[in-house]
């Protein structure tokens, strides 16, 4: 599998075009790569899919070279707005906020974690091993602003995301730091003058149609608690899924999202420092490069 390992020639090219020219605050500003990174927006959630089926089959490899069955499937791409992703209408629609108890039902297990549920000891140690590595053998990574993310340095999990990235760190970096970025910009969006507009807006559209709400939290928990006091029940639920659509329909109509974005763009350039943009844009070089490897991978 390490033969699916390719030189990432493109890397420096991808770097030099993951930072833009300067803005007024004297940091430049981050091109779409970057800020899709860090916001899980646009080309991102393609990208990921593709590294995610490419990390499935060289996983399958792995497992297989070792003895074991490791059950892929294919998960086709959902291809949707960034909106339709955040607002989720459809969804809304029959679970509301999801609620009501049994709205979500039970998570739905992974064919891998039932094909290891189906093995007896202690084949299924061994299997969980060969997967995921030892126990005592998992390594961390460092977040900006503290705490670390621990994650798997040993097993197949471990050797395709080697294969994928050049080396794991730079995986668990890549998987890790840009979220953590992008958690400091979602902290200080409520106080951008963008942001605060749009809900503003929300407010108005809100209480116009007979749900006078300030924050855009405060539905979901106005009904958590009307569940907490009342109990489940089918009037209830209903209640639940009418305002949850309301809900998406006025934050559309005020723009919640995509003024948030424009908001978080802003504070990327101005709250991120010269060195966290420069960590950033070699993370973002790395993630592309990740994203052609698994291009190339077969059946990837």
């Known amino acids: 599998m390490r033969g699916f390992l390719l030189a990432a020639t493109a890397a420096g090219a991808v770097l030099a075009v ?14 779409d790569p970057a800020f899709e990174l860090i916001t899980r927006t646009g080309a991102y959630h393609r990208q990921q899919h593709i590294l995610s089926t490419a990390e499935e089959r060289l996983v399958a490899a792995c497992m297989s070279a070792r003895g074991h069955h490791y059950p892929v499937a294919d998960q ?46 202690p084949t299924r140690t061994a299997y969980t091993t060969a997967l995921l590595g030892p126990d005592d053998q998992r390594r961390a990574v460092r977040l900006p602003g503290g705490g670390q993310a621990d994650f798997a340095s040993q097993g197949c999990v471990a050797e395709a995301r080697r294969n994928l990235f050049g080396d794991l760190m730079t995986w668990a970096r890549v998987a890790h730091v840009p979220e ?57 639920r209903q209640q639940e899924i009418t305002l949850a659509l ?55």
């Open 18 to 31: 993951v930072l833009m020219a300067g803005r007024p605050s004297g940091r430049p500003a981050l091109a």
């Open 76 to 121: 086709p791409f959902t291809d949707r707005t960034d909106e339709e992703r955040t607002l989720g209408t459809e969804r809304r629609r029959d679970q509301g906020y999801g609620l009501s108890p049994g709205a979500l039902g039970p998570a739905p297990r992974s064919a891998v974690d039932q094909h290891a549920d189906s093995l007896p000891e």
């Open 246 to 300: 309301t809900d998406a329909d006025c934050a559309h109509a005020a723009g919640v999202h995509q003024r948030g974005l424009a908001a978080q763009r802003e504070l990327a350039a101005t709250s991120l420092s010269t060195e966290d943009q420069r960590t950033l844009g070699e993370l973002t070089a790395a993630w592309l490069a990740a994203v052609d490897r698994a291009r190339r991978v077969p059946g990837g």
């Open 180 to 236: 953590a970025y992008g958690n400091r910009l979602a902290r200080e969006l409520p106080r951008h003058p963008f942001f605060r507009a749009a809900v503003e807006q929300w407010r108005t559209c809100m209480a116009g149609r007979g749900h006078p709400f300030n924050g855009l939290d405060e539905p979901r928990e106005h009904l958590a608690r009307r569940y907490a006091a009342e109990g489940p029940g089918e009037a209830l």
